[in-house]
């Protein structure tokens, strides 16, 4: 069983930046890969990021690529996510996600998801 709690989320102006952590419970957290995704009102819920259970690889949509920065620190069962470059597109409860395969763009593939933070990005 693991617990995810995230935190971070808040209101930023257009082209600012924030990060959001994903802090996970239990003693097993490095075998799982890490997901974020997002939803805004009235949309499905989306992936944005990937990150493996060692971070040495990350997956990113197309949308944030080069803009967000997945990472994780294993010593601290925790999970971040840089977002720079922010547009107000980017507004959303953002979630993060356990599965233990290696880094899926699928909403199925995740076996433990957080309870979301709100991102608002204002133009």
């Known amino acids: 069983q693991v617990q995810l709690v995230e935190s971070g989320g808040g209101l930023v102006q257009a082209g600012g930046s924030l990060r959001v952590s994903c802090a996970a419970s239990?003693?097993?957290?490095?075998?799982?890969?890490m997901g974020w995704f997002r939803q805004a009102p009235g949309k499905e819920r989306e992936f944005v990021s990937a990150i493996s259970m060692s971070g040495g690889n990350t997956y990113y949509a197309d949308s944030v690529k080069g803009r967000f920065t997945s990472s994780r620190d294993n010593a601290k069962n925790t999970v971040y996510l840089q977002m720079n470059s922010l547009k107000p597109e980017d507004t959303a409860v953002y979630y993060c996600?356990?599965?233990?395969?290696?880094?899926?763009?699928?909403?199925?593939?995740?076996?433990?998801w957080g309870q979301g933070t709100q991102v608002t990005v204002s133009s």
């Open positions: 239990g003693r097993t957290f490095s075998r799982y890969a």
């Open positions: 996600a356990a599965g233990l395969g290696g880094g899926s763009k699928y909403v199925a593939s995740y076996d433990y």
